[in-house]
């Protein structure tokens, strides 16, 4: 039976993509995220922003198999006051970026930002420095599960420069996905040329 499902959710995610004519490709190649963030695509994704509830003008979200598949969130300089995501549920307060935020509170700020996504049981593990170009930051791992229990896992980087945060952060299901489309997913990440 998993491996039907296997063999059934790519399709589907496909044709579900197909679809949508707001979902744009986002071709292999160099990538503008904002006036002041670029990463490169060493495949074609889709461009899925217009899709995403809630979502920051100042970040795409990219996918290659289809949104509850992966998903890989890219921002543009976040100023103070600016969020990732509003939160899906009006119990749970929107995050948001604050000046002067140390690194393990840009940490913080991307984990509650996952939380405000509705995925439950966020942490976080293995801090370790990174770099967004030449802005230096923190790259660390996540785990999360949805509300149905499905095990999620991701990788993250965040960089201060200019009094902005820039944010790169993968998503998808802890079995096949993650890492299936991990190498694509860290090989934007240190692309990316941010400030």
Same mark, same amino acid.
Request: aromatic fraction near 6%.
């Given at each position: 039976?998993?491996?039907?499902?296997?063999?059934?959710?790519?399709?589907?995610?496909?044709?579900?993509?197909?679809?949508?004519?707001?979902?744009?490709?986002?071709? #292999?190649?160099?990538?503008?995220?904002? *006036?002041? #963030?670029?990463?490169? &695509?060493?495949?074609?994704? *889709?461009?899925?922003? &217009?899709?995403?509830?809630?979502?920051?003008?100042?970040?795409?979200?990219?996918?290659?198999?289809?949104?509850?598949?992966?998903?890989?969130?890219?921002?543009?300089?976040?100023?103070?006051?600016?969020?990732?995501?509003?939160?899906?549920?009006?119990?749970?307060?929107?995050?948001?970026?604050?000046?002067?935020? *140390?690194?393990?509170?840009?940490?913080?700020?991307?984990?509650? *930002?996952?939380?405000?996504?509705?995925?439950?049981?966020?942490? &976080?593990?293995?801090?370790?420095?990174?770099?967004?170009?030449?802005?230096?930051?923190?790259?660390?791992?996540?785990?999360?599960?949805?509300?149905?229990?499905?095990?999620?896992?991701?990788? #993250?980087?965040? #960089?201060?420069?200019?009094?902005?945060?820039?944010?790169?952060?993968?998503?998808?299901?802890?079995?096949?996905?993650?890492?299936?489309?991990?190498?694509?997913?860290?090989?934007?990440?240190?692309?990316?040329?941010?400030?």
């Amino acid at each position: 039976m998993r491996n039907a499902l296997r063999a059934v959710l790519p399709a589907l995610a496909v044709l579900s993509l197909a679809a949508c004519a707001t979902i744009t490709p986002a071709p #292999a190649g160099p990538l503008k995220v904002g *006036s002041g #963030a670029n990463v490169t &695509l060493g495949r074609q994704w *889709s461009d899925i922003s &217009l899709v995403m509830p809630g979502r920051h003008k100042k970040v795409r979200v990219l996918s290659i198999d289809g949104p509850l598949l992966n998903r890989l969130y890219l921002t543009d300089g976040l100023a103070p006051g600016d969020y990732l995501i509003k939160p899906l549920a009006k119990e749970r307060p929107t995050p948001l970026v604050r000046a002067d935020m *140390s690194a393990t509170e840009r940490m913080e700020f991307v984990t509650d *930002s996952i939380s405000a996504m509705d995925y439950q049981r966020v942490t &976080l593990a293995k801090p370790r420095p990174a770099k967004l170009g030449e802005a230096s930051g923190v790259r660390f791992d996540v785990s999360a599960q949805t509300a149905e229990g499905l095990e999620i896992k991701g990788v #993250a980087a965040v #960089a201060e420069t200019g009094g902005k945060i820039y944010v790169i952060l993968y998503l998808a299901p802890a079995e096949h996905y993650f890492a299936a489309t991990l190498p694509e997913a860290e090989a934007v990440m240190a692309s990316a040329r941010v400030g």
